[in-house]
């Protein structure tokens, strides 16, 4: 499948995997190697998505969460600071879109 030239990526945390997505793609989600991003922009992405595999509750997944507001507020604004360092990168023309994990909690 040929990518289009205007390419819209989305940032989700999901368990086991890398946080970028390219919606109607296939493969849908990317690897840390399918974009030229810089070394520090994949080791950056790779942490925050290693916070997020963090919060899983093996024993009982149903009960995953931060340990606290201050830690799931620090996530999220993370999550909302990478896409913007990719202004620094070779990958355009992009469109990041960023997806709150939890409709219920506001992003500031």
């Known amino acids: ?10 940032l989700m945390a999901d368990y086991g995997c890398w946080p970028l997505w390219e919606p109607g793609a296939d493969p849908y989600q990317l690897t840390p190697h399918d974009l030229p991003l810089s070394g520090a922009l994949r080791r950056r992405l790779t ?10 509750n093996w024993e009982d997944p149903a009960r995953s969460d931060f340990p606290d507001e201050t830690a799931r507020q620090a996530f999220h604004a993370e999550g909302l600071r990478s896409p ?4 620094r990168n070779s990958v355009r023309p992009l469109t990041w ?11 500031e």
């Open 47 to 56: 942490a925050w998505a290693e916070a997020f595999d963090a919060t899983l």
């Open 84 to 87: 913007n360092c990719s202004a």
């Open 97 to 107: 879109i960023t997806e709150n994990p939890d409709p219920s909690h506001r992003l």
């Open 1 to 10: 499948m040929t990518r289009p030239a205007q390419r819209r990526l989305l």
